[in-house]
């Protein structure tokens, strides 16, 4: 049995923004900074951005312009109402 590491979203989709940063590597990066990485082909980001989305093609955009991955983004979670 092989294990999979299991996405970092959780249930809905969200957006994966692709490109390239100004070194020519592609950059794949969740919308609200929750996970992202670097990678040498545009397949490669690609099928990471679908493992993370829950096989969402429709969700990921490719930008005409320069991305850089931004790691130290803090994550826009969603306030929870306690009662």
């Known amino acids: 049995m ?3 590491e299991p996405p970092s979203c959780s249930s809905l989709s969200t957006v994966v923004f692709i490109g390239r940063n100004r070194r020519g590597q592609w950059v794949a990066q969740e919308q609200n ?3 992202g ?3 040498v082909s545009r397949a490669q980001a690609i099928k990471y951005a679908l493992f993370e989305n829950g096989q969402h093609l ?4 490719e930008l005409p312009r320069e991305i850089e991955l931004d790691m130290g983004k803090q994550p826009q979670v969603a306030a929870r109402r306690v009662a």
């Open 33 to 35: 900074g929750l996970y």
């Open 58 to 61: 429709e969700t990921i955009v």
């Open 2 to 4: 092989r294990l999979v």
């Open 37 to 39: 990485g670097l990678f």
